[in-house]
């Protein structure tokens, strides 16, 4: 009879084949997330910039864009982006200096943008204009050094400029059927008119200031503030220029390159 010092130790088991085929199912899996992960994040990263390079030429200074939640991969592949949100700390709208943008851009599509360009559903924003940056705007002009300070008066709804200390001009911007005008409403030196060609300069370079928006949007309302003037803006459909081939030729990064 065998004794139990003679038995042979069993081999130990192999794992079931169906366990190593499940294993290698889930590693397959796992890579091809990570993969689709990596991907997203590299598209949406690379489109952001290329987006901020594109609203940058119409609103005249650097961006930043936020995206809508609807994965980049997908607006890739049908070019239909829900919303872009801009946003920006140093817009010039014509000669305008200092103006603080805040814009959102609804149905974006690319279908075209490389040929007759980008389409946009509908835009809105809201500028912050501050006395500073219109301080800034008109004595960038050939008059400017006559202009010693600005202030504005909510209650009243206008801005002042001081006059070398020895004058003031009072203007009452409003918005009106989409457009900005600005008036003339007080001008005295000393008791004496301020010369026209001042008080036109003026008044001049505030209306054109007022009346160039990007992306074809006009002003729905303007509201004096007690450190500037703010505005509400609003567009329908319109199309983003196509870059002018007779420009100077740059590399196109590879990130616009996914949108076209």
Same mark, same amino acid.
């Given at each position: 009879?065998?004794?139990?010092?003679?038995?042979?130790?069993?081999?130990?088991?192999?794992?079931?084949?169906?366990?190593?085929?499940?294993?290698?199912?889930?590693?397959?899996?796992?890579?091809?997330?990570?993969?689709?992960?990596?991907?997203?994040?590299?598209?949406?990263?690379?489109?952001?910039?290329?987006?901020?390079?594109?609203?940058?030429?119409?609103?005249?200074?650097?961006?930043?864009?936020?995206?809508?939640?609807?994965?980049?991969?997908?607006?890739?592949?049908?070019?239909?982006?829900?919303?872009?949100?801009?946003?920006?700390?140093?817009?010039?709208?014509?000669?305008?200096?200092?103006?603080?943008?805040?814009?959102?851009?609804?149905?974006?599509?690319?279908?075209?943008?490389?040929?007759?360009?980008?389409?946009?559903?509908?835009?809105?924003?809201?500028?912050?204009?501050?006395?500073?940056?219109?301080?800034? /705007? #008109? &004595?960038? =002009?050939?008059? $400017?050094?006559?202009?010693?300070? +600005?202030?504005?008066? *909510?209650?009243? @709804? /206008? #801005? &002042?400029? =001081?006059?070398? $200390?020895?004058?003031?001009?009072? +203007?009452?911007?409003? *918005?009106?059927? @989409?457009?900005?005008?600005?008036?003339?409403? $007080?001008?005295?030196?000393?008791?004496?008119?301020?010369?026209?060609?001042?008080?036109?300069?003026?008044?001049?370079?505030?209306?054109?200031?007022?009346?160039?928006?990007?992306?074809?949007?006009?002003?729905?309302?303007?509201?004096?503030?007690?450190?500037?003037?703010?505005?509400?803006?609003?567009?329908?459909?319109?199309?983003?220029?196509?870059?002018?081939?007779?420009?100077?030729?740059?590399?196109?990064?590879?990130?616009?390159?996914?949108?076209?």
């Amino acid at each position: 009879m065998a004794t139990t010092a003679n038995a042979q130790p069993r081999p130990a088991t192999s794992p079931p084949k169906r366990n190593r085929t499940l294993l290698i199912i889930l590693a397959v899996i796992v890579a091809l997330v990570a993969a689709l992960v990596g991907a997203e994040l590299y598209v949406r990263h690379s489109v952001k910039q290329c987006m901020a390079d594109q609203f940058q030429s119409e609103l005249g200074s650097k961006v930043a864009v936020d995206l809508s939640a609807k994965p980049m991969l997908l607006q890739v592949l049908d070019k239909s982006v829900p919303y872009i949100e801009v946003t920006s700390d140093d817009s010039s709208f014509g000669p305008a200096q200092d103006m603080h943008v805040k814009a959102r851009v609804n149905d974006v599509d690319l279908t075209n943008a490389g040929t007759t360009g980008a389409t946009v559903g509908s835009s809105t924003a809201e500028v912050d204009w501050s006395t500073a940056g219109i301080l800034a /705007t #008109l &004595q960038a =002009q050939p008059f $400017g050094r006559l202009i010693t300070g +600005v202030t504005s008066d *909510a209650t009243a @709804g /206008t #801005l &002042q400029f =001081q006059i070398l $200390g020895l004058a003031e001009l009072t +203007v009452r911007p409003q *918005a009106s059927g @989409g457009a900005i005008t600005v008036e003339a409403v $007080g001008a005295e030196l000393l008791g004496l008119g301020i010369p026209t060609d001042l008080v036109s300069g003026v008044v001049d370079v505030l209306t054109s200031t007022l009346q160039t928006f990007p992306l074809g949007m006009t002003a729905d309302s303007l509201t004096m503030t007690d450190t500037g003037l703010q505005m509400t803006l609003s567009g329908d459909a319109y199309t983003m220029p196509v870059a002018d081939p007779n420009a100077a030729q740059v590399d196109v990064p590879s990130s616009c390159a996914l949108l076209t």
